[in-house]
């Protein structure tokens, strides 16, 4: 017979049990992580996919899956204009410290059912809580309307984009979407990170990084005007001058 303290450990184990959540894993992938951009380049398209690992059954809670591509951050000054005496001039100035180049956000449903408030802020995914989160002045009472001044005007130029829905789920376990790249994407390194949730809950994550370089005559022009720029601006004033000899040459002739 069983002791008293025996049956109490047990009782105990088995009503903890199903308390501890299965573990999942996402494990993704990407269509192609090096995209060269050339004379004729016009954007591209990466397919993002991957399926979700797990030993036992999947939980009840609501699963999300959630894919952002963010390029290279870089610091922005955003300014205001206002109208003084006829003539429209700088006011206010506010220096963001860095704000990425480039950002996508694709997910299986929109972020306020997949994704609650505080995980949001914890790992700054949607489009306005990352731009917030970037450094801003106090001096500045209304510093926030400069962030969503950034984030609509590159919205508008395609680079902060937002696509809800989009992440396709199959069985609890495989998911994809396709993320479109602009055509004026700037070099360097673009993280891929696809999260999942359950309950709002961020549970886990994977990074993928995708390069983003110039090739050719491009890649010559752009490494000449950042490592040496008064040679690239010496060349440019001489070509100008060229082509102006040549344009009035020919307009003589004719």
């Known amino acids: 017979m069983r002791s008293p303290r025996t049956v109490l450990g047990v009782l105990i184990l088995f009503l903890l049990t199903p308390m501890v959540a299965a573990k999942e894993e996402v494990v993704s992938a990407l269509s192609q992580y090096r995209i060269a951009i050339t004379a004729n380049f016009d954007g591209s398209e990466i397919f993002v996919y991957g399926a979700i690992k797990r030993e036992q059954p999947p939980p009840d809670e609501r699963l999300g899956v959630v894919i952002t591509i963010a390029g290279p951050h870089e610091p922005v000054t955003v300014r205001r204009k206002a109208r003084r005496a006829g003539i429209w001039v700088n006011t206010d100035v ?5 704000a990425p180049t480039f950002y996508a956000v694709a997910s299986s449903a929109p972020l306020t059912q997949i994704l609650n408030d505080d995980e949001d802020l914890k790992h700054e995914i949607r489009i306005e ?11 500045v009472a209304d510093a926030q309307t400069f962030s969503e001044a950034l984030v609509r005007i590159r919205q508008r130029d395609g680079l902060y984009v937002e696509t809800p829905g989009t992440v396709a789920i ?16 700037v070099k360097g390194e673009y993280t891929a990170t696809t999260y999942i949730t359950r309950d709002g809950v961020v549970i886990d994550k994977q990074e993928k990084t995708i390069r983003v370089h110039k090739i050719g005559l491009e890649r010559w022009i752009y490494n000449l005007a950042h490592e040496q720029p008064v ?4 060349l440019a004033v001489l070509i100008a001058a060229v082509t102006g000899w040549l344009a009035s040459a020919i307009f003589r002739r004719i």
């Open 129 to 139: 809580e990352m731009i917030t989160s970037s450094d801003t002045p106090t001096d």
């Open 231 to 234: 040679t690239y601006g010496v």
């Open 170 to 185: 199959q069985s609890q376990t495989l998911f994809g979407t396709q993320v479109t790249l602009p055509a004026n994407l």
């Open 94 to 98: 506010v220096e963001i410290k860095a």
